[in-house]
């Protein structure tokens, strides 16, 4: 990992210095990192909310297919 970012760094530094400076890709890469996660999480809990709620355990996996086909 840290052979991956020294790489990074370096080819920043020496083709897009202001780029590198901003440290725009890594703050990128970060927040589309933890937006994917709580994506992930929000997915989860909300059909596990609809679950309980509307007892629709069928209904639940019927839908599910549709997350994993897309």
Do not use: D
Not at 11 to 20: F, G, S
Not at 34 to 49: D, K, M, N, R, S
């Amino acid at each position: 990992m840290k052979k991956f970012i020294h790489k990074t760094n370096k080819y920043l530094l020496e083709n897009y210095p202001t780029l590198w400076n901003t440290k725009v890709v890594w703050i990128l890469g970060i927040t589309a990192i933890i937006h994917f996660i709580f994506f992930f999480l929000a997915l989860v809990v909300l059909q596990i909310q609809k679950l309980f709620t509307k007892e629709m355990l069928s209904l639940f996996f019927i839908e599910m297919e549709w997350y994993f086909l897309v």
